[in-house]
């Protein structure tokens, strides 16, 4: 299972080995090194495993070979490596840093904790182990923590562009979307060839509505590396964005063959079937992202949305429940399922949940309507009114916001039998109107 490519900030570690007086295996173990360097991987193990066959105790053979194999996104290997560098050399920092980098790659994150924090008690100004601690702090959602590690690992080596990346992705995890851009920026300008670093920048893009330059990151990245399955699922997100569904499925596609474990692939894919209006696959994505991982909330909420528009309001109304459950500042989830205690006219626990929301999220003006519409029916004009005004201040043309909630109230009040109904609605089209 992959969620969010934690990976790709972290990063395996290589040590040369000093050039005076090399025996043959460290020469081996140092050619490894010019070539990873290079970016030719295979070759490079293939030093190293020379260099491992003529001396099995030189932990920096083991600790390069672990970095290559963590290039490969062979993260068991990387492991293994990892950990029989510390088994020969405990005192090795880098070799931590290695197999922090193979736990995050793993999901692993509180293992890479632990051994992030050893490579910094063994050497306190290595900043890769920052950077790395700053992965696992992020894989575990511990974002103050993580943001503290990435800028020491940026203080202490300004040129790192994973730990920009890193600094990133906690600046994305808490919505401050241009900060995150920013420090991605630097990040590629730093490494122009990062691949995950213009993937990031793209799905931050997305988010903000700026589909052309997601579009064209996403772009960038897959063809600086056409296997990585995040890049493609990116530019799906941008297709999705102005509307050219089929090209976004085609898209979603290339990143599950790519990588058939990754949970966000799925989820996106179920999202642009569901919009082509195509329920019985979206649902078979969702599920299929739950089975993956059965802590994934949006597939749990995006779920419930296509069951409730199938009509299966149970099944609806326990994903968003579950939702909630897995995710407590969940606030579309707690709308979501608002609208279903809505629809069985249980106004009260609509009105507890649209709270709920509004409190989560209170710059969306979506919750403040419904939970008027739920005072109305329980004939409570002044909160309605109440609600309907910070619907509409929100708004983004809140004139134009203002008359057509008027004009809707007074589509209701025309027809209206119900002399309760039509008192509560009179009085709050006379307060609106008065503003």
Not at 119 to 137: C, H, K, Q, S, T
Not at 402 to 412: F, N, P, T
Request: glycine share 6%.
């Amino acid at each position: 299972m992959r969620r969010l490519g934690i990976a790709a900030m972290a990063l395996a570690l290589v040590v040369a080995v000093s050039c005076g007086g090399l025996s043959e295996a460290q020469k081996h173990s140092n050619q490894g090194l010019e070539l990873q360097q290079a970016g030719k991987l295979e070759e490079a193990i293939q030093e190293y495993d020379k260099a491992i066959e003529l001396d099995p105790h030189l932990a920096e053979a083991y600790v390069n070979r672990a970095g290559a194999y963590f290039a490969l996104g062979d993260y068991d290997s990387a492991l293994a490596d990892a950990t029989k560098a510390i088994e020969l050399d405990p005192g090795l920092a880098e070799a931590y840093v290695s197999r922090a980098a193979a736990y995050s790659g793993l999901n692993e994150y509180d293992s890479a904790l632990v051994d992030a924090t050893k490579a910094i008690e063994l050497d306190p100004d290595l900043a890769m182990a920052y950077g790395n601690r700053a992965a696992a702090y992020l894989g575990l959602n511990e974002y103050d923590s993580a943001l503290a590690d990435a800028s020491k690992a940026i203080e202490l080596d300004p040129k790192l562009a994973r730990a920009h990346m890193a600094r990133g992705r906690v600046y994305y995890g808490t919505g401050k979307l241009e900060q995150a851009i920013a420090d991605y920026d630097t990040a590629i300008q730093l490494d122009p060839d990062f691949a995950g670093a213009y993937v990031d920048r793209a799905i931050a893009h997305n988010d903000l509505n700026e589909y052309d330059s997601a579009l064209a990151d996403a772009t960038k990245a897959i063809e600086l590396d056409p296997k990585l399955a995040r890049a493609h699922m990116a530019r799906g997100l941008a297709y999705h964005g102005t509307g050219k569904l089929e090209q976004a499925i085609a898209e979603y596609d290339a990143a599950i063959e790519l990588d058939s474990d990754l949970v966000e692939a799925y989820v996106n894919r179920g999202n642009a079937y569901d919009d082509s209006g195509q329920p019985d696959r979206a649902l078979a994505d969702y599920s299929k992202a739950i089975e993956l991982d059965p802590d994934e909330a949006k597939a749990y909420r995006n779920r419930g949305v296509t069951y409730l528009r199938l009509g299966k309001v149970d099944e609806a109304l326990a994903d968003f429940s579950k939702a909630i459950e897995l995710k407590p500042d969940y606030a579309v989830a707690y709308e979501s399922r608002g609208d279903i205690y809505f629809g069985r006219r249980n106004y009260e626990q609509a009105v507890v949940d649209y709270t709920k929301a509004i409190e989560l999220d209170p710059a969306n003006p979506n919750p403040y309507w419904s939970r008027a519409t739920a005072h109305l029916m329980r004939r409570d004009s002044p909160r309605a009114t109440g609600d309907l005004e910070m619907y509409i201040s929100l708004s983004a043309e809140p004139d134009k916001a203002r008359a057509e909630v008027i004009a809707g109230l007074e589509a209701e009040l025309a027809p209206s039998t119900d002399p309760g109904m039509t008192k509560v609605l009179r009085l709050v089209l006379e307060s609106l109107r008065r503003q």
